[in-house]
């Protein structure tokens, strides 16, 4: 749905995006993450026709960004980080001027708006002037104007900013809902926000991508490396070299022996496999008791900051 092909917008001398390339898929949710300044904000203004590149190509539908602006402009919802609001104008007004603009037919105005006040939460304000309402309120005013035309496309800059912890639950809840028949971009600096809502994460720093990758691949050892941590009952004698035999297993190393005959071993697993059944398998062989097994995983923060930190 879309895709971004050696993409570069140089601002004088400062490229801002360098040659990036990636694709996002309908029923996709991506993160699009990367510390200030990395080229979040430039790559989501090519993307929803705000500017233009200096080099590449971006096609959404199908259609070029450059050729095509306006149908392209058609088929999606934006929401950037700084939510434009008229503020002088109440919440059912701004929203049906939004539905007008967006040249939804006015029989169907009325009945978008009710479901958007609907999914949004906005009942209690509906008549109420924007400039009286807060943070969160705002916030969801402006996921609603992004949504009202029914976008096949998504393009949400940091969607959840000023949300309570409720109300960050029900926009999560929202998005993957909306992710399974649209295509949808997730900026956001919480990282948290990405581990519960998107399939994948696209990661960029200083221009470059750096990393684009499901959860699960990126959560891996950057060294395409796995831990497996394995507590044992029943067991005598060195069983190292024992485990060392599954296949996969590089490293093992013993981490505690308690009084009652526990012990626990850390287990280094080339990336590409899973040993886990295996591992329980000797087990059953050996008349081990397997008292709990877990493969690590590294959190987002970590993987995030060993891709974008500086020397």
């Known amino acids: ?9 140089v601002y004088g001398q ?24 990395a080229g979040k904000t430039t790559t989501m203004k090519i993307i929803t026709c705000f500017m233009p590149p200096t080099s590449g190509r971006v096609t959404v539908g199908g259609l070029d960004v450059e050729q095509h602006s306006m149908d392209v402009r058609r088929m999606i919802g934006y929401l950037p980080e700084l939510n434009p609001l008229y503020s002088d104008m109440n919440v059912v007004d701004f929203l049906r ?13 009325n009945l978008r708006i009710r479901e958007m006040v609907d999914i949004c939460g906005l009942g209690d304000v509906l008549h109420k002037d924007i400039s009286q309402l807060s943070k969160g309120y705002r916030q969801r005013v402006g996921l609603a104007q ?7 496309i998504l393009i949400l800059d940091e969607p959840t900013i000023g ?8 926009i ?17 600096h919480i990282l948290s926000e990405v581990q519960a809502t998107c399939d994948r994460a696209v990661i960029i720093n200083r221009g470059k991508i750096v990393a684009d990758s499901t959860l699960a691949d990126l959560q891996r050892d950057i060294s395409g490396r796995q831990v497996i941590d394995v507590e044992l009952l029943n067991v005598s004698g060195d069983i190292t070299g024992s485990l060392g035999g599954i296949a996969g297993v ?3 190393r013993e981490t505690y022996l308690d009084g009652n005959a526990g012990r626990s071993f850390r287990l280094t697993v080339r990336g590409d496999i899973d040993p886990r059944a295996d591992i329980f398998k000797k087990a059953v062989d050996s008349d081990w008791i397997i008292v709990a097994m877990a ?3 590294r959190s987002l923060e970590d993987i995030f900051h060993q891709l974008t930190k500086t020397d």
Do not use: C, W
């Open 146 to 152: 992004a949504m009202i035309h029914d976008p096949k």
């Open 14 to 37: 400062q490229a801002a995006i360098d040659d990036i390339s990636f694709k996002v898929d309908t029923g996709e949710i991506v993160g699009f993450l990367g510390p200030n300044g």
């Open 97 to 109: 001027y939004i539905a007008e603009l967006r040249e939804l037919e006015e029989g169907r105005i």
């Open 250 to 252: 590089e490293e093992v």
């Open 295 to 297: 493969r690590e995983k």
């Open 172 to 188: 999560r809840n929202l998005i993957k809902k909306l992710g399974r028949a649209k295509t949808v971009i997730l900026s956001t």
């Open 163 to 170: 949300l309570d912890p409720n109300q960050v639950v029900d």
């Open 1 to 9: 749905m879309i895709e971004i092909s050696n993409l570069t917008k």
